[in-house]
C-alpha cells in the first residue's frame, strides 16, 4: 500500500477515534450530569454547639446523623442539630438514589457559656414543695407530648425572625444560680419587654400546646416547624392561638408576660429538635435590622 493509503487509512483511524472520543466525552457528561457529586449535600447553618443545619440532598435520598436515621423531606431538606454539650465531631452520612454514599465528619465549635446569678424569686419556684412535684411531672409530660409531632412539613423553610425584641436578658447555655443554688443551665433566650408587647410567630408551624399556667413556665405555648422542629414560648400574659391552629411568620401569636419563675417581664423562647436544645439567635438576623408593621 502505498503511502497515500496510509494516510488514507490514518485519516479514517483518527476519524473513527474522534468519533469514539466524542462520544466517550457525552458518555461522562451524561454520567457527571447523573451524579450526586453535582448534586452533593449541601448544607447551611452554624457548626456550633447549639446550632442547627439545614441540609439538602437529591430527593430520595436516605440521612443518617451519628447513626441515627433523619427525615428528608420529598424535596431533599433534612436537619440536624448540635445539643449545647455537643461533643466536638458529628457524622453525617447520605445514600442517594442511585446507590452511591456519601459520608462527612463535621467539626463542632465548643461554645464557652455564663454563668448567670439570679435572686429574688419566690423560693418555692426555686425549691418546689412536695405537693408540687405532682403538678410539675404532668405538665412535664404534657410540653413532651407536645414536642413529639414529626411530620414532613418544611415550615422552618419560611425563614426566621425575632418574636419581639428588646433587651437581652439572659442567654443559651448559660449556667444558672437561683438564689444562690446552682440549677439547670438556661436553654432559651431572654427578650425584655413590658407586659403586653405582641409576640409573633418566629417562622410558619403548627401549634401543638397553648397551657394557661405552669409552675415553672407560666402561659406556655408550643410552635411545631416541621420535622420535629419546635419553638417554646415561655413566661407570657396571653396566648392568642390554641391547638392545632396554623400560624404564619410575624402572626402575632401571644402577649408577653411574667408568668411563671420570673423576676420580671420577659419572653424566654427555646428551641428544639428531637432530643437537642439549640440555641435560636443562631437562626435570626440582627435584631437591630428587624422591623414590625
Partial sequence: ??????????????????????????????????????AEMALEGARVQGG????????????EVDGESVRVSAEGVFLMAFGRDHPA???????????????RVLDVERRE???????????????????????????NAMVKAARKRDDPRSDFLSGWIWPVTGPISGVYGSQRVLNGKPRRPHFGVDIAAPVGTPARAPADGIVTLAHPGMF??????????GHNLSSSFLHLDEI???????????????????????TGAHLDWRMNYH???IDPQLLVPPMDAQTHD
Fill in 89 to 103: 465531631q458529628s457524622r453525617l452520612r447520605a445514600v442517594h438514589p442511585d446507590g452511591s454514599v456519601e459520608s
Fill in 216 to 225: 415553672f413556665s407560666g402561659a406556655t405555648l408550643i410552635v411545631d416547624h
Fill in 52 to 63: 442547627l443545619l439545614t441540609g439538602r440532598v437529591a430527593p430520595g435520598s436516605r440521612v
Fill in 1 to 38: 500500500m502505498g503511502q497515500n493509503g496510509f494516510s488514507a487509512v490514518g485519516s479514517l483511524f483518527s476519524g473513527r477515534l474522534l468519533v469514539q472520543n466524542m462520544k466517550s466525552i457525552v458518555f461522562i457528561c451524561l454520567l457527571l450530569m447523573s451524579s450526586p457529586l453535582l
Fill in 240 to 262: 392568642l392561638v390554641k391547638v392545632g391552629d396554623r400560624v404564619h411568620r410575624g402572626e402575632v401569636i401571644a402577649r408577653v408576660g411574667k408568668s411563671g419563675r420570673v
Fill in 113 to 139: 457559656y455564663q454563668i448567670q446569678r439570679i435572686d429574688g424569686l419566690a423560693k418555692r419556684k426555686v425549691t418546689p414543695e412536695k405537693r408540687d412535684l405532682t403538678r410539675i411531672r404532668k405538665e
Fill in 275 to 277: 432530643a437537642a436544645r
